[in-house]
């Protein structure tokens, strides 16, 4: 293994000239242990044409070897080379060893190729063949799981956990974990927390940290989540997604405080999160902080001009605020492609209206009209403001409207007399 070693040796000093020298050497003059071993060690490291060409070398001497032509198939995979993938499969004997891990690398290549039906047929066959081996029934729960079989995934997953599998991956993967998401995602929240509990105690990351917050807070379980997601935040602030479901879970605990000051120290962490800045300001606003949760909006604005739910967020504290001119100067300063919400339409009608510019305001409460035909609170201010303007016809049309669905309004009532 001695030309191997020192190949990643050099590969480890980034030395390419002379890893290039030693990987020539193997090819040439190596082992065929040396080449198998150099092969899989580089695949790791995602030396692909590298490992390609090993495996290639080894197979022309061993062309019947199953286990050769299934490395071959997972490194072409990982080229995104299907066709040469499943030559390299179907190439293995029934016989082999190595068949039927070649049947669950086939059933991941149909699953790519969108072929679901013969994926799920390939992972059969492979179960009927090793009925007790804990791998496949990972590999089913897996493939039931992205078709979002649930219950058909815990019960694969159950299956490998029962038969001793509990990580995988050399514990990269939690089966406890994948077994949580499974009841999670079916809307089994309380079973998905168990599991969750049990993947934490074999060993503890931030995606099940995360995953465990997230189910908590969809369970309700509010102190439950707080206390996974501020161990997430502690263990790993730039694990941005938290901030968000903290926050809310602080809020539905009756914390709001605390909930604006996680969305603060989110955005220190992502900066370019416009749907946080939208959070934000929405409880800034909750908490009577209009000016931090103007600021908020409008960051949120800078980042995407056309984000219409901050511009109405925005509008709407800004009309509180009868600041009609800022209403006007954001919207114009938006251009007409962007604007095509009706609730900006209406909005900028009031600030046109109260600041005497009844020309722009009657052309955008007609925008906004045939949106709004149930909406008495329009009805009733687009039909006074017709009638200010002298069209009385078309003003007691739309109020007419507006008593269908407001028949106690004695003010409007006695428009008619």
Avoid: C
């Avoid at 040796?9 to 003059?29: I, P, T």
């Avoid at 490998?160 to 599998?165: N, P």
């Avoid at 416009?274 to 908020?296: D, H, Q, Y």
């Avoid at 003003?395 to 006695?414: G, M, V, W």
């Amino acid at each position: 293994m001695d030309l191997a070693n020192k190949m990643l040796h050099a590969l480890e000093h980034e030395d390419m000239v002379l890893a290039k020298k030693y990987f020539d050497e193997v090819v040439q003059v190596g082992t065929d242990e040396e080449q198998y071993y150099l092969a899989e060690e580089l695949f790791t490291l995602g030396f692909l044409d590298e490992t390609e060409d090993l495996y290639e070398l080894l197979i022309a001497k061993y062309k019947d070897e199953g286990e050769l032509l299934v490395r071959a198939a997972e490194v072409a995979l990982e080229k995104d080379d299907m066709d040469s993938a499943q030559d390299y499969l179907e190439k293995v004997n029934k016989e082999d060893e190595a068949y039927i891990e070649s049947l669950l690398v086939l059933a991941d290549l149909y699953q790519m190729q969108g072929l679901f039906e013969v994926s799920e047929q390939k992972l059969l066959e492979a179960k009927q063949m090793a009925p007790n081996e804990p791998i496949i029934d990972f590999a089913l729960g897996e493939y039931y799981l992205s078709q979002a079989r649930f219950a058909s995934a815990v019960q694969s997953y159950q299956t490998a956990v029962e038969a001793g599998l509990t990580v995988i991956s050399n514990g990269a993967v939690s089966v406890y974990e994948r077994i949580a998401e499974a009841f999670a995602a079916s809307g089994a929240f309380e079973e998905a927390l168990t599991y969750y509990e049990r993947a934490l105690e074999d060993k503890e990351s931030v995606d099940t940290l995360f995953g465990m917050g997230l189910t908590a807070y969809q369970a309700k379980d509010y102190t439950k989540a707080i206390h996974a997601l501020e161990h997430l935040r502690e263990h790993d602030p730039s694990y941005t997604t938290l901030y968000s479901y903290l926050a809310k879970s602080y809020e539905e605990n009756g914390e709001a405080e605390k909930a604006i000051a996680v969305l603060r120290d989110g955005l220190t962490q992502d900066e370019f999160n416009k749907e946080m800045f939208l959070e934000a300001g929405n409880l800034a606003v909750t908490l009577r902080l209009p000016e931090e949760g103007e600021e908020f909006y409008r960051q949120a604005i800078v980042l995407d001009e056309e984000f219409s739910e901050a511009i109405m967020q925005l509008n709407k504290l800004l009309l509180a605020k009868e600041n009609y001119e800022g209403v006007i100067e954001l919207v114009e300063g938006l251009g007409e492609e962007i604007i095509s919400e009706p609730q900006i339409f209406w909005d900028v009608s009031v600030a046109y209206q109260e600041t005497e510019q009844y020309n722009k305001a009657k052309a955008n409460y007609e925008l906004a009209y045939p949106h709004f035909t149930s909406n008495p609170t329009f009805l009733k201010e687009y039909g006074l403001f017709l009638r200010e303007e002298g069209e009385h016809e078309k003003s007691q049309e739309i109020l007419r409207n507006y008593l269908a669905l407001e028949p106690e309004d004695t003010e409007i009532l006695s428009l008619f007399d």
